[in-house]
């Protein structure tokens, strides 16, 4: 199973991807996780992304499409992947398409949250997530089941992002209105675009990317 969950920031992406790669034995590829990572470790890439990471804007495509060719072809993808934040540019959808060509694999499904931008504040400005195992929450629509535990590890340890304030949320807004939603008629083009109700309860939204899964499955 190879699938993209597009969707602006907030919308549900790596909540729902969490959960599937659990589900398909497939693996996360996070790409802004990724780059957090790049930026704890402070290692070269890291430095590259920090500013850019934190004013809200894009990080440059070559970078990105390394980043998910050095990823896809390892073990843990061997039974495929779901892109979480990846492809945001039109450069960076013809580049994967390129990739998986090359290795012979195909994309099963693009998956869209659709949601209502006026409500994406609220989510993201309620957003934190355990800093050991990356497990994601919300003060109010999702919280720890006991209050400062997480759920998956245990971890007592969260961590807020630096963008996720209104200020850098409508520079991230713009960027996906621009540059990532010209991506959504290629991928219609290849008749493999679904679009499920991003704004549905997080179960219901579950249920109905289960039921386009189940189609093609
Ligand atoms: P993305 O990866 O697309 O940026 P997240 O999955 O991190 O989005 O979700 C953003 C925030 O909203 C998180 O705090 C998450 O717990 C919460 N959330 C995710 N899906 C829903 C939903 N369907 N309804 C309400 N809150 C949600
Ligand atoms: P969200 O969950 O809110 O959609 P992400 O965690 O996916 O945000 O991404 C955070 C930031 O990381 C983006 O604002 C951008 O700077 C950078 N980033 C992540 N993925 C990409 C990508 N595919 N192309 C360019 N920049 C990216
Ligand atoms: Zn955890």
Not at 26 to 50: F, N, P, W, Y
Not at 61 to 81: H, S, V, Y
Not at 163 to 191: C, H, S, V, W
């Amino acid at each position: 199973m190879r699938l993209i969950l597009l969707g602006p920031p907030g919308a549900g992406k790596g909540t729902q991807a969490r959960r599937l790669t659990h589900m398909y034995n497939i693996c996360q590829l996070a790409t802004g996780d990724m780059l957090r990572a790049h930026i704890a470790a402070e290692d070269e890439i890291g430095s590259r992304v920090k500013e850019i990471m934190a004013s809200g804007q894009l990080v440059p495509d070559e970078l990105m499409i390394e980043m998910i060719r050095n990823r896809i072809t390892q073990p843990d993808c061997a039974k495929g992947f779901i892109l979480d934040g990846f492809p945001r540019t039109v450069p960076q959808a013809q580049a994967l398409d390129k990739m998986l060509s090359d290795l012979n694999l195909k994309l099963d499904s693009v998956i869209k949250l659709q949601v209502r931008e006026e409500d994406l504040l609220r989510r993201i400005e309620g957003r934190y997530s355990c800093g050991d195992c990356g497990a994601s929450y919300h003060k109010e629509f999702q919280p720890t089941k006991v209050p400062g535990v997480c759920d998956e590890c245990g971890g007592d340890h969260f961590v807020v992002r630096p963008d996720d304030n209104p200020e850098k949320m409508k520079i991230r807004l713009q960027a996906f209105r621009e540059q990532t939603t010209p991506i959504l008629p290629y991928y219609e083009g290849k008749r493999i675009l679904s679009t499920v109700d991003g704004m549905a309860e997080i179960g219901e939204v579950s249920n109905q990317i289960d039921d386009v899964l189940s189609e093609i499955a």
